[in-house]
């Protein structure tokens, strides 16, 4: 089966994309400056996705980057709503199981990103954005 997506939705897919992209390196440079080390990105598991897999000092930051380009849908944090939370969470779960890290001490930060014109960006870290519960 053949869908016809249109040429406008297809370009607005694209350029969603790409500033998830950028974002994230972005948020990469941001992390590195600010003394993480990144461990991993863009990491998969049968349960979802998370963006950047980071440590600092002895913890380790599983991290949401959320990137926008107006203020039309809110603040970027605003978008890691519950469910996403809950994906976030299983993947974070399977990854601590599969490397082994059960003592480790970790937690869930989201870097959103605000582009405020071409060149300027406002970028804001939120260490332990959300916790298990």
Same mark, same amino acid.
């Given at each position: 089966?053949? !869908? *016809? +997506?249109?040429? %406008?939705?297809? %370009?607005?897919?694209?350029? *969603? !994309? @790409?500033?998830g992209v950028a974002g994230e390196r972005i948020a990469k440079i941001y992390l590195? =400056?600010?003394? =993480?080390? &990144?461990?991993?990105?863009?990491?998969?598991?049968?349960?979802?996705?998370? $963006?950047? +897999?980071?440590?600092? /000092?002895?913890? &380790?930051? =599983?991290?949401?980057?959320?990137?926008?380009?107006?203020?039309? =849908?809110g603040e970027p944090e605003e978008a890691v709503n519950i469910r996403k939370r %809950?994906? &976030?969470?299983?993947?974070?779960?399977?990854? &601590? %199981?599969? /490397?082994?890290? $059960?003592?480790?001490? #970790? @937690? #869930? $930060?989201?870097?959103? +990103?605000?582009?405020?014109?071409?060149? @300027? /960006?406002?970028? /804001?870290? +939120? @260490? $332990?954005? #959300?916790?298990?519960?």
């Amino acid at each position: 089966m053949n !869908l *016809h +997506i249109p040429f %406008r939705l297809r %370009r607005e897919a694209q350029a *969603h !994309l @790409r500033l998830g992209v950028a974002g994230e390196r972005i948020a990469k440079i941001y992390l590195r =400056f600010k003394g =993480f080390s &990144i461990l991993e990105t863009n990491y998969e598991s049968k349960y979802g996705e998370i $963006d950047i +897999i980071a440590r600092e /000092k002895n913890t &380790i930051a =599983f991290v949401e980057v959320k990137t926008r380009k107006s203020e039309g =849908f809110g603040e970027p944090e605003e978008a890691v709503n519950i469910r996403k939370r %809950r994906k &976030i969470i299983l993947c974070a779960r399977y990854y &601590i %199981r599969k /490397k082994r890290l $059960d003592g480790c001490n #970790f @937690r #869930f $930060d989201i870097v959103s +990103i605000k582009y405020q014109g071409r060149f @300027r /960006k406002k970028i /804001k870290l +939120i @260490r $332990d954005a #959300f916790r298990i519960s």
